[in-house]
């Protein structure tokens, strides 16, 4: 039903983020861009696990952002076939 899984991806990170800590703003951006997010193959993405690696912060010429490639693990929702599960429909 849960899974943990490792996927990498590249987080571009703005200027006026620069003077924070990075491991908070990759973990914000990460969140920011996967949470409640639905992939084919992998599932409902949940939230951040935590992050294996970062690698060296890379700087475009055309682009003022950071750009890091990201390790981590993502907790992601994804249901067996022939699963069933029990919960209530709530109105709001």
Sequence with gaps: MFIVATLDDTVSI??????????TIVAEE???????????????????YDILSMGDCILLPSDA????????????FRPNIDEILVGKKRNE
């Design 14 to 23: 703005a200027p006026h983020l620069f003077n924070e800590q990075l491991s």
């Design 30 to 48: 990460l969140d920011r861009k996967l949470a409640n997010t639905i992939f084919q193959e992998l599932g409902l993405c949940i939230c951040l």
């Design 65 to 76: 952002n950071f750009h890091i490639k990201v390790k981590f693990r993502y907790v992601v």
